[in-house]
């Protein structure tokens, strides 16, 4: 199975030529236009969309009248369908009914009801996946859904999970603990790598799997330590400067020096997910075509050319390790 972003008629044009030139299952994961679905359905086999995205796109026109006509698409061209919930990208209208702390249940609450609403349209051709960065909340969040909805298939994936080895630690995490309790159906590996080294991720998988078949389950590396915790995401089809990938590898090499706090940092390659998913950090970029920009947690610090935000995240860094001193 393949994998494709989709975000504008363009790329969809390009999907009809990947389609002509492969026999592989193809999977879309629609961006924030879910109106695009109409373009892609006929040249794959499963089209995937968030719910919390579709607050971006016809805003007027009510989530349940959005989701019939996503089912009446895939149905139309024999497609499957994936109800992709994200962490940084969750229902608003569920995230302002829970506390800021508790990340799981709007998640949970998305996915329930994305699912009663395909039930009620009789469209039974889809799978749920649930994704955090955090492989403690993808286990937690995917074992409370399979308790609800045992028949829904899931789709498991830790995101942003980084670049390896620790990715591929944090997704083994998550997989070694669902897997072997019977939770999840397919899998994804996320690691920021460049493009050449993508197989890396589906060798990564695959290992897993074996392990996990052969009771090679390894000792639960607990990322709840105080120590610094670097997260990114992979290098998907979003990102539209590759230029992202050694900047990931960068701050790796640079924070070394902070390795004893406990701090997070995320760095995301897209304006998609990136502005969300780096609200939860303590300090976070997300890239753009030439400038990164920069946030500490929630809040807007600049926009920096690629040559220039080392440094002033160094700034940042050091001002945020002597506050918690």
Known sequence: MVRIAVDNKKDAEALAEIRRQTKANLSVDLQENYRLAELVAPHVDKVRYNPGHLYHHEQQT????????L???AADNACAMRVGVNCGSVDPAKKEKYD????LTPMLESAWEHCELLDSLGFTRYCVSLKDSDPQKVIEVNRRFAEQRPDVPLHLGVTEAGLPPDGVIKTRI????LLSRGIGD???VSLTVPNPRKPEEIQAGRQILTDIAAGRVRSVVNYGLPTLNIIACPSC????????IDLAEQVKAMTTYAREHSITIAVMGCRVNGPGETDDADLGLWCGPNFVNLKRRSTELGAYPYD???SRLKTELDQLIASKS
């Open 186 to 188: 397919t899998i994804r």
């Open 71 to 73: 089912a009446k698409v």
């Open 62 to 69: 009510p989530r349940h009248e959005q989701a019939r006509y």
């Open 174 to 177: 998550a997989f070694e603990q």
């Open 100 to 103: 800021p702390q508790d990340s």
């Open 308 to 310: 220039q935000i080392l």
């Open 237 to 244: 089809s979003r990102v539209e400067n590759q230029a992202f």
